[in-house]
Each structure stands twice: as structure tokens, then as C-alpha cells.
């Protein structure tokens, strides 16, 4: 996801919300999507058949110290109640998940090395788990940092370095009392060495050093601390941390390591890889380009969800040619410090309509990845995603239809539809977006976590979507507010920004809060004009659609995950191709939903691109753009005459 990009706004909710999102509430959130066991109530995912992520992994640690048989204030113990926050966690995680659980102050009354692993990392075996938990009995002290230390072993190392998450899951009703080795600086030495590793934490009736102590954990550990108060909120909390880890961005792409110097850099053809940066790391990879060709280059930064990350931590993107002459930079920030979700940031080489600039020439180009981090910031290094593609000129002869700048009918005053939301389940990033067409869905989403969707749109067409934020019932003494967001993609992964029609936050204190965006017409000549929201959206194909809920979300919703509704449209007729005068596919000016409920643009999509955007394939050979000028002078008129651009410069 892209930063936040936009100052605090409080999103009045429109009239649709009061429909749809009444209609969700009303109707109550769907038990669970096909294929979203992991998000429905106990055991759905046994009767989804859900499978778990790849190379994603989850250690229970259970404090089973002496403190665990007081009473937790309802005649219960607190180790009872741990038991059925456990029970509930395993009957929500996804078939075959690989879970473990090590527990601590189980065997002996006294003695710091009291740690034992009960159930090994291994597919999941719910009766299993529950039935180790239920032997469990509190005696012993609480050695907190050995058993970090001895979970992290617990968890498998990923498969043929795949990126995935590797999660601890730490329940705790009070502070380590053995003092070596100290439970922050193991949870910061994890933290900084361990491939995808997280370290959330649960704190259990606790307060004052206890808790203190736990938070410093979670935030050394690259993961969230969760207040739980009583029986049903430990509960509530372990719900969401373990469906966290279980819903890890999937990601996709040939691995390469980029250089720390330009004079070192991998040479990449046109395709989707993947890489890792650390604090304050720049990765520098080199592409060869034509002289007429538009090249693409995004990269998205996936820290661990809810991580620890300040207001202008940033991803850098830039391309240049030779040693000092910068093509395009773009930079996008977090703007926000509740917690860590995916950054995009992207540029591109357009080459100008003469061809006179430096950066207009043949050659080998570098690209840099650039991570900035303010100190005290997630010192973890987060896994990239990155995709280069490259765009053919037009065959020769053809006149490209002119430029869309505006947004017309797809304004924040759009016509949206309404009706009864359908059940839609949101992927975990790019690669598995769930598709959507025109009409109104709903989905469930956890504090820290992002949804994924796509949307086809051809030539001619624009996105236009709400999304909305559900009135939940809130817990009392909540925290005063959260955040929901979205983002809107191109094919090539450019965020498009919302200009002055749209915001892309909205406030969230429990209450319906909305948030309207959409895109331009997409139109081929787009590439040269100058505003961030309009320049990307030069290609026809799928466009992504991000939605976040913040971090402290999670002190106030009462329920583990909270209900979200998307209103989508796709309007505009569809034309046959990028050049002036193409025929309209079809009659419809809105898209209507085919009989599976798709978008009818759907069919003339090509998957991560069209005309010509070959980001995961190789690139083709260029030709001559030939271009009448009277169809352009338009164009010449609004073009950028500076060499380096800012956002979505693609």
C-alpha cells in the first residue's frame, strides 16, 4: 500500500452508508468467504478447507507461571481461560496452518530453564493443540527470554529462501522474573536477525512493569502488543494476532540481491522479482532500454503488519541514466506512525515526444530502491517486491486518442451502486487480489491488516469505488481513534493519487467512516501529462484496490475484525484499443456484472497489463513512434519539460 498521503480527515458517510452498511450489520458478517477460513467463526475454516499460506509459521508461547491459577475475576483461573482463548485461536486458523505450542512455569515450581516445547511447528492438529493445552497445569516461575530464544528454533527456516512470516505469539499475565537473558534485547536481536520474523505479545490482566515490558518485546520483535483485560478480550486479541500471521502478504517473483553500488547492479530483464532492504540500504539494479520505449519500475516494501515505523519513514524509487543524470524519483511516506503496511513506491522512463533528453537515449539505465528510516523505527528488513516492465511504442501510422485529465463523470459525486453487499474475500497483496466487478461487496478486516482487490478496466474507462467502515461496537475506555485507508493502483503498480477530488483516509473511532476514490479515463497519451493523477493511468488492465485498517483499531472495536463494504463501478464505454477513433466494445457506459457477477471489461483484460505493458513477460522489440501532430498538440502543450518527476510519474 501506498503511504498515507493525506492529512487526518473526518469522511462524512454518505447515504450509501447508511444502506449498505446498515444492510451489513443487519445481515451480519458472513461466517466466511469461500477459500477465508481463516476469518470465520470457530471452525469454518475446517468446513472452508482452507489451506494455509506458504512459508507462513506460528509458535504459541503460553505462560503457565504460578500467577496463571489466580482467579481472573469470574471464578475462572487464568489459565481456564487461556485454555479457551487457545481453543478459539486453533478453531479459526487455517487447515494444515503449521502451529506449535511451547509453554513455560509448567514443570517445576521454581527454575528458570522451565521451557517446553508441548506440540511441535507442524500442520495443523486442532484436537491436538487443545488437548496439550488442557494438561497444562501453572507451578513454575517465567522465564520469558529463554523461551523467545528456544521459540524461534521451534520455527522452520522458509523453504528454498521463500519469503514468508514466521510469527511468535507470546501470552503473558506478568513480567520475566529470571533477568537473564533479558526478554527485549533477545525480541531486538530476533528482530534484526530473523528472515520474516515477528513477535507479537498479549498481555494478560497485566500493568505498570508488565506491561512495559511486554510492549518493548512486541516492538523490538517487529510485531504489536494487545491489551487483554479479561477472559473475552484475551480472546478477542489472540484471534487477531494469530489470523495476522496466518493472512502474511504472498508474495511472487525471481529472487535477486541488488548491489549496494551502481557499479555492481544486476542486470534485469522485464519481469517480477524479489529482494530485502534494511534500514537506511540503498539497492541498486541496472536495465537496458531503447530509445522510444516507456520502462516501469515499482517496489513494494512489506514490513510486518503494525510494526514500528514514524510518520515519514520512506521508500525511494528512482531511475537514472549513466553516472549523474537523474530520470524520475518518486518517494511516498507512511504519514502515519500507528504501525507498519505495505509501500509502494514507482517511476518510470517516458520518453519525450522529441526524443532530445539524455534520459531518452539507449542505453543501460539504473534503478535504486532507497529505504528511510527514523530512528527507533522497525529495524527489521522488509521483503521487496519488485516489477519492471516495459511499454512498445504504437505501430507506425497510429494516432493515439487524446488525453483524459480529468475526471468527468468519475467524480467524488459519482453514482455508485447499491443494493445488498455480496461476500467477497480481499487477497493478501498484488498477487492474489481477488477480483471484483460493478456492484457492492463486503468483506471483514483485521487492525493492521490490508486487503487486496483488482478491477478490470479497458480503454476509456475509469475506476470509481467507496469504501466504507462498519459502526462496531466498541470497548469501553477505547482508544480515541484509528485510521481506514485505500489506495489505488495501476496495472504497473503505480499509485494514483486523488488530487483535490479525493482522500484517500478517513478517521476510525468505531463509528461508519467512508472514503471515496477512483482514477481518470485510462487513455494511452495520459504518459505525458504532468499531474501524478493522471500520468499513470496510461495502460488498460487490471487496476488494484488496497484498503487498511490501523493498528489501533485494535483498542477499540470490540469484535476481533471489523466489517468493510466496497461500492465499485467501472464507468465509461470500453474502446477497442489506445487510438483515436477506436470502436466502442459493446453499449453499456457502467459496466453491469456478466452472470457470474464479474466485470464485463473482464474479458478484454490482460491479466497485468495490455497494448504493450510487459512487466511479467519479456519485453518486445520497440519501434518508431509515429504520431500524427495535429493529435497531439494538446498534449505538447500540458507536457512536463523538467527531466525528473515526482509521484506516479509513470
Avoid at 3 to 30: C, D, E, Q, S
Avoid at 339 to 353: E, F, H, Q
Avoid at 547 to 564: D, K
Amino acid at each position: 500500500m501506498r503511504g498515507l498521503n493525506h492529512r487526518w480527515t473526518a469522511t462524512a458517510v454518505g447515504t450509501w452508508a447508511g444502506g449498505a452498511l446498515l444492510a451489513l450489520i443487519a445481515g451480519g458478517l458472513p461466517a466466511a468467504a469461500a477459500g477465508s477460513g481463516a476469518h470465520g467463526a470457530p471452525g469454518a475454516a475446517a468446513a472452508a478447507g482452507t489451506a494455509a499460506p506458504d512459508n507462513s509459521s506460528l509458535v504459541m508461547v503460553l505462560d503457565s507461571s504460578g500467577s496463571m491459577a489466580d482467579d481472573d475475576g469470574t471464578g475462572r483461573t487464568r489459565m481456564e481461560a487461556a485454555r479457551s482463548a487457545v481453543g478459539t485461536v486453533v478453531d479459526g486458523l487455517p487447515d494444515h496452518s503449521p502451529t506449535g505450542l511451547r509453554v513455560y512455569g509448567a514443570d517445576r515450581a521454581q527454575g528458570c530453564t522451565d521451557t517446553r516445547l508441548l506440540r511441535p511447528v507442524q500442520p495443523l492438529d486442532r484436537a491436538a493443540v487443545k488437548q496439550a493445552v488442557a494438561g497444562v497445569r501453572p507451578k513454575g516461575d517465567t522465564p520469558i527470554g529463554l523461551s523467545l530464544q528456544k521459540a524461534a528454533e521451534d520455527l522452520p527456516g522458509p523453504a528454498d529462501r521463500a519469503m514468508g512470516t514466521r510469527t511468535i505469539l507470546l501470552i503473558s499475565d506478568g513480567e520475566d522474573n529470571c533477568g537473564t537473558p533479558q526478554p527485549c534485547e533477545v525480541a531486538e536481536q530476533l528482530g534484526k536477525d530473523g528472515a520474516g520474523l515477528r513477535i507479537d505479545t498479549v498481555g494478560f490482566q497485566v500493568a505498570g512493569e508488565a506491561r512495559e515490558q511486554l510492549e518493548c518485546i512486541a516492538e523490538a520483535g517487529n510485531g504489536r502488543y494487545y491489551d487483554a483485560p479479561d477472559a473475552k478480550s484475551l480472546a478477542r486479541q489472540l484471534q487477531r494476532a494469530s489470523q495476522l500471521s496466518a493472512d502474511g502478504y504472498r508474495f511472487r517473483g525471481k529472487r535477486v540481491e541488488g548491489a549496494t553500488t551502481g557499479d555492481r547492479a544486476p542486470l534485469l530483464a522485464p519481469g517480477q522479482y524479489l529482494d530485502a532492504i534494511g534500514p537506511g540500504e540503498k539497492r541498486y539494479y541496472a536495465v537496458d532500454l531503447d530509445a522510444v520505449s516507456t520502462a516501469n519500475f515499482s517496489a513494494t516494501a512489506v514490513p510486518q503488519p503494525g510494526a514500528a515505523v514514524d510518520t515519514f519513514d520512506a521508500l525511494r524509487t528512482s531511475i537514472a541514466y549513466g553516472t549523474d543524470s537523474s530520470c524520475a524519483t518518486n518517494i511516498d511516506h507512511f504519514y502515519q506512525k500507528e504501525g507498519a503496511a505495505p509501500l509502494t513506491s514507482a517511476v518510470a522512463r517516458i520518453p519525450a515526444l522529441e526524443g532530445a533528453r539524455v534520459c531518452d537515449r539507449a542505453g543501460r539505465y539504473r534503478l535504486v530502491v532507497e529505504r528511510q528510516s527514523k530512528r527507533g523505527s522497525d529495524a527489521a528488513r522488509w521483503p521487496l517486491e519488485l516489477v519492471h516492465g516495459v511499454e512498445t511504442p504504437l505501430k507506425k501510422g497510429v494516432t493515439p486518442a487524446a488525453s483524459e485529465p480529468e475526471y468527468g463523470v468519475g467524480g467524488k459525486s459519482a453514482a455508485l451502486p447499491s443494493g445488498d453487499p455480496r461476500d467477497v474475500r480481499g487477497g493478501t497483496g498484488f498477487n492474489d487480489a481477488k477480483e471484483l466487478g460493478r456492484g457492492v461487496w463486503r468483506d471483514r478486516i483485521l487492525p493492521s491488516q490490508t486487503l487486496w482487490y483488482k478491477v478490470p478496466a479497458g480503454w476509456g474507462q475509469q475506476v470509481r469505488y467507496d469504501v466504507g467502515f462498519a459502526n462496531e461496537p466498541t470497548v469501553e475506555q477505547a482508544s480515541s481513534y484509528s485510521y481506514g485507508a485505500t489506495q489505488l493502483f495501476t496495472p504497473a503498480r503505480f499509485p494514483v493519487g486523488g488530487g483535490s477530488e479525493f482522500t484517500s483516509t478517513a478517521v476510525y473511532n468505531g463509528r461508519p467512516a467512508a472514503i471515496r476514490m477512483g482514477s481518470v479515463p485510462v487513455a494511452w497519451t495520459n504518459r505525458y501529462e504532468y499531474r501524478s493523477t493522471v500520468q499513470p493511468v496510461h495502460t488498460r488492465g487490471e487496476f488494484y484496490i488496497s484498503v487498511t485498517l490501523g493498528a489501533r483499531a485494535a483498542e477499540i472495536a470490540e469484535n476481533p475484525q471489523i466489517g468493510v463494504v466496497l461500492r465499485v463501478s467501472v464507468l465509461g464505454d470500453e474502446r477497442a484499443g489506445p487510438e483515436h477513433g477506436a470502436a466502442v466494445l459493446g453499449k453499456k457506459t457502467d459496466n453491469g456484472p456478466d452472470k457470474r457477477g464479474n466485470s464485463t471489461a473482464a474479458a478484454d483484460s490482460d491479466g497485468t497489463g495490455g497494448a504493450g505493458w510487459t512487466g511479467i513477460a519479456a519485453a518486445a522489440g520497440a519501434g518508431a513512434v509515429v504520431v500524427v501532430i495535429a493529435g497531439l498538440v494538446f498534449v505538447r502543450s500540458r507536457r512536463r519539460v523538467a527531466t525528473q518527476t515526482t509521484r506516479g510519474s509513470a
